[in-house]
C-alpha cells in the first residue's frame, strides 16, 4: 500500500527541507520513495508544492487525482488549494499562521476564511498555529518540524528514524530545538490518531 503525502506552502517556508527529511526518514526505514518539488515561484513569495510517495514499491512521484492520503499544509490557502487531490475523509495538517497573497495585501480578494473552515466538513484537519508554538520553543524555524511530528504519527516509519532524519538536515545548533518541535509535533498528532 502506497501513502501519498501532499505538501503545500508560500516560498521560504522550507517545504524541500520537509520533503527531504520525509524522504530520508522513509528510505531509512527500507520503503521505496518517489517525490517531487515545484519550488519555481518561491523567489517572488508564491505558492510551492510537493509530494512524497511511500510504499513497498512506488513507481511515480505524482500524486493520482483524487488519491491524497495526507496533506500539509504549511499556509491555509494553501491547504484549501490542494485540497483538491485528496481522498474522502483524508488528514490535513494544516498551520493556521496566515501569510497574505499580494492579492489580499492590495485590498483586491479578501482571505478566504469561510472557505478554509470549510475543510473540515470534508476531511480530519489538525489545525495548529505552528508559527506561534515554534516561537515558544526557540525559533520561528522548527514550525516545520512540528508539523514534521504531527505527520510522523500517521506514517509507518519508526520515530527514533524521524529524528535521526531531522538530526542530519538541520544546523547542529539547533538539533536539540528542532527533536524538541518534533516531540511537541508527535503529542499533538496523538491526539488526533
Known amino acids: 500500500m502506497t501513502t501519498n503525502i501532499m ?25 521505496d520513495v518517489k517525490s517531487n518539488d515545484v519550488v519555481g515561484l ?5 505558492m510551492v508544492w510537493g509530494n512524497v510517495r511511500i510504499g513497498n514499491r512506488v513507481y511515480s512521484p505524482n500524486i493520482p487525482p483524487g488519491e491524497g492520503d495526507i496533506l500539509v499544509a504549511m499556509e491555509p490557502i494553501e491547504g484549501l488549494r490542494w485540497s483538491s487531490v485528496l481522498k474522502e475523509k483524508a488528514t490535513i495538517i494544516l498551520n493556521s499562521k496566515r501569510f497574505y497573497p499580494t492579492m489580499v495585501q ?13 475543510l473540515k466538513e470534508a476531511f480530519k484537519v489538525i489545525e495548529i498555529n505552528a508559527f506561534d508554538e515554534a516561537l515558544k520553543i526557540g ?8 508539523l514534521l511530528g504531527i505527520l510522523s504519527v500517521f506514517i509507518d516509519i519508526k520515530v527514533d528514524t524521524w529524528k535521526k532524519a531531522v538530526a542530519n538536515n538541520v544546523p547542529n545548533k539547533t538539533i536539540e530545538m528542532n ?6 509535533g508527535v503529542s499533538i498528532g496523538e491526539g488526533y490518531k
Request: charged share 25%.
Open 7 to 31: 505538501l503545500g506552502g508560500v516560498g521560504g517556508q522550507g517545504l524541500i527541507l520537509m520533503t527531504k527529511i520525509i524522504c530520508q526518514a522513509a528510505l531509512a526505514d527500507d520503503f
Open 139 to 146: 525559533k520561528k524555524q522548527v514550525s516545520n518540524v512540528i
Open 42 to 46: 518561491s523567489q517572488r513569495g508564491g
Open 106 to 118: 492590495q485590498e483586491k480578494h479578501e482571505y478566504p476564511i469561510a472557505e478554509v473552515e470549510n
Open 179 to 184: 527533536l524538541r518541535a518534533f516531540d511537541f
